[in-house]
Antibody, heavy 118, light 107 residues
């Protein structure tokens, strides 16, 4: 069973870079599956940030593309997201997720709230 | 981007009732549609993929249908533990997009 766990700062200052890591257990990122990040502002809906396949390209939401980078560290079996120049609008619960089908996520982390505030 | 709409935005029903939620895509997405259940403070839980396939371990009272632009999600007999917000999501085209959600509670 794939298990995911997000970690990172819960508070980020405006204009700085948000950085989160997703630790994966129960499955090797190198073995396959699609891996992604989704966020949810408090009380609002879900927004797909981006995703990658273990041996393929990384895809980003165009609404965030200029500010977001997803990277993977297969030696640690984890992947990360960085979002630059954050504003209050980036305050959200950030989830990492994965699945066998591109864009379909049966496996989720528990989510981590990131607040952008000075 | 493909826009996803859902109706109703919320509903209240009695235990044992049949509950139906509709989801419409702004363009043809074939059957590349998921349904998720999200309870407060929890991550979304995938219930249905490919519009009508039940994810492993999901109770059979949940079902989905449709293709193209119009989709339906049904709970055949509402249970107290089904209180949640339900989201549709398309994965036909990037960026993947979600509907605004339907909040279901008990009357």
């Amino acid at each position: 069973q794939v298990q995911l766990q997000e970690s990172g700062p819960g508070l980020v200052k405006p204009s700085e870079t948000l950085s989160l890591t997703c630790a994966v257990s129960g499955y090797s990122i190198s073995s396959g599956y699609y891996w992604g990040w989704i966020r949810q502002p408090p009380g609002k809906g879900l927004e797909w940030i981006g995703s990658f396949y273990h041996s393929g390209s990384t895809y980003y939401n165009p609404s965030l593309k200029s500010r977001v980078t997803i990277s993977v560290d297969t030696s640690k079996n984890q992947f990360s997201v960085k979002l630059s120049s954050v504003t209050a609008a980036d305050t959200a619960v950030y989830y990492c997720a994965s699945g066998r089908l591109s864009g379909s996520y049966p496996y989720w982390g528990q989510g981590t709230l990131v607040t952008v505030s000075s | 981007d493909i826009q996803m709409t859902q109706s109703p935005s919320s509903l209240s029903a009695s235990v044992g009732d049949r509950v139906t939620i509709t989801c419409q895509a702004s363009q043809d997405i074939s059957n590349y549609l998921n349904w998720y259940q999200q309870k407060p403070g929890k991550a979304p839980n995938l219930l249905i993929y490919d519009a009508s396939n039940l994810e492993t371990g999901v109770p059979s009272r949940f079902s989905g249908s449709g293709s193209g632009t119009d989709f339906t999600f049904t709970i055949s007999s509402l249970q107290p533990e089904d209180i949640a917000t339900y989201y549709c999501q398309q994965y036909d085209s990037l960026p993947f997009t979600f509907g605004p959600g339907t909040k279901v509670d008990i009357k």
